[in-house]
């Protein structure tokens, strides 16, 4: 393939919603490699401030791969390379001397199964503030971990059980937690890797309501194998494919009339 | 286009395509036959025309339903769902041709015998262009053909450039003969009901553009139908 054919394009070519937002996140020319195998190629892209970003594609596209290089939990895995710059607000998140607890605390993150601590649903909340000492004195911490449930939807069901296990919660009300575990820090951008995948509908139904009114607030990117999710929750959409960026642009026009075929064939369901 | 991976979807959609096509035979099949039954003035054939309509009517919601259950089923996506939007409104234009037609079908009823060929003649060579013109569109749908469907949208003038000088034709022997006034509304209303259909076509052109290329054409159609904006004497003054 020559250099042409990693050419991203822009649906439109400047999308209204990244004129409408400063870029929190942009990726310049990045190459992941796991060893020898190359996961993403020369990745280019702007992900704007208080919108969702999702990014779509087939398994093995390189989209979670991606969203791993934002918070550098890629860093974790061993072979694996990250070329290219990423910045947040501006700041290289690969410099030498960049404190990557801190970046993590800046850029949360939220997978696919609901990952609670085997402890309280308070202590899971708390934790993220206790290690990175945010809270001034006991109340303090109980108000964040109050208002941390409440903007995760989730104080309501809770309330009076926050000292009864967070792994006893249902599926649905553990994502909700991991949520608002994420939120606790204060974090800029929280990352979200299927989130609702292991969810039933009604579950999922509240997270995508909580997206909604999360991203007043926060940059939100969100890797999604549902087409019609991204459709649903996203206001940017990233099509990946073999690695490669193909598409990337304003969700309602993503979804209506992309320019790329493979696109087209991808969100129709014809890809083969 | 390459197939679904789930291959119920292509069938979906093929049906749909179908059932356009059969409606787009019936509706074609209707327009000439009121044409004829009009030119010859015969009430059996229109009679059998309007029966026929019923047939059309059904068809049309046969579509919507199918269109929908497919909504519903398979969440089309960008050209998917641009087939079933495009499918529910050509439907629909279908479904107003046939209405159209059985209309005219009914005026041979109320045209009376003693009426002189050469008022029909022109009327006739309308009815000859707008079958043309859906016969056309109905082509370029089937084969999914936004060139031709343009070369329809254009022609749409022809159509309304006959239609003004059978008004103006007509208004002369009315205004000739008033014993003609009565044949001579009926033959302006059927006139008027192809012109109509004449839009019908165009309507599908542009569905047919918009599905083909995912934006309403905007390019502003040529009109030659100036009969709403033509004062009575400016027949007589030609």
């Known amino acids: 393939m020559n250099d042409m054919s990693f050419q991203t394009i822009m649906t439109p070519a400047i999308p209204k919603i990244a004129a409408a937002r400063e870029a929190k ?25 208080r919108a969702v970003s999702a990014f779509i594609g087939p398994s093995g596209c390189g989209k979670s791969t991606f969203l791993r290089s934002i918070n550098r939990m890629n860093d974790t895995i061993p072979g694996c390379k990250v070329t290219g710059k990423i910045t947040l607000d501006g700041e290289d998140i690969y410099a030498r001397n960049l404190d990557v607890v801190e970046l993590r605390a800046r850029i949360g993150m939220v997978f696919q199964k609901p990952n609670p601590f085997p402890k309280t649903i308070f202590e899971n909340v708390a934790y993220g503030p206790r290690i990175h000492g945010l809270a001034r004195d006991k109340q303090d911490m109980e108000r964040i971990v109050v208002e941390s449930l409440k903007k995760a939807g989730l104080f309501e069901e809770v309330k009076d059980r926050l000292t009864q296990p967070g792994t006893g919660l249902s599926g649905g009300q553990q994502q909700r937690l991991c949520i608002a575990r994420a939120i606790a820090v204060n974090p800029e951008v929280i990352l979200m890797d299927e989130p609702c995948s292991a969810l039933d509908p009604i579950a999922t139904a509240r997270i995508e309501e909580l997206i909604h009114e999360l991203k007043e607030n926060f940059c939100i990117v969100i890797v999604t194998h549902s087409m019609q999710q991204a459709a649903r929750v996203s206001d940017l959409t990233a099509f990946f494919h073999l690695g490669v960026l193909v598409e990337v642009g304003d969700t309602d026009v993503m979804f209506t009339k992309p320019q790329d075929k493979r696109t087209q064939d991808y969100i129709t369901g014809r890809f083969g | 286009m390459s197939e679904h991976i789930v291959k119920a979807y292509d069938d979906d959609l093929a049906s749909l395509t179908t059932m356009l096509a059969q409606m787009g035979g019936l509706a074609e099949e209707q327009l000439s036959r009121s044409i004829e039954a009009l030119s010859r003035r015969d009430t059996k054939l229109a009679d059998r025309v309007i029966q026929a309509d019923e047939k059309l009517d059904a068809m049309e919601v046969a579509v919507e339903e199918k269109a929908i259950l497919t909504i519903a089923k398979r969440q089309p996506m960008a050209r998917d769902l641009r087939v079933i939007m495009v499918a529910i409104r050509i439907a629909s234009d279908l479904e107003r041709i046939g209405d159209l037609a059985k209309n005219i079908a009914k005026r041979s009823h109320a045209i009376y015998d003693n009426i002189p ?26 084969a999914t053909d936004d060139a031709k469907a343009l070369e329809v949208w254009r022609h749409d003038e022809d159509i309304d450039a006959l239609y003004n000088s059978i008004f103006r034709e007509l208004l002369t022997y009315m205004m000739e003969d008033p014993r003609m006034i009565g044949a001579c509304t009926h033959l302006l209303f059927a006139a008027k009901n192809i012109e109509r259909i004449g839009d019908h076509a165009t309507n599908i052109a542009e569905n047919i553009y918009y599905l083909v290329n995912g934006e309403i054409l905007k390019e502003q159609r040529p009109k030659k139908d100036k009969t709403s904006i033509t004062p009575f004497s400016a027949v007589n003054n030609d």
């Open chain 1, 25 to 49: 996140i942009i990726a310049s020319a990045v190459d992941v490699h796991y060893g020898d195998k190359q996961a993403i190629k020369n990745l280019s892209i702007s992900i704007p401030d």
């Open chain 2, 117 to 142: 060929r050469r008022l029909t003649k022109g009327l006739e060579r309308m009815g000859e262009l707008s079958q043309a013109q859906v016969k056309l569109v109905l082509d370029a749908f089937a």
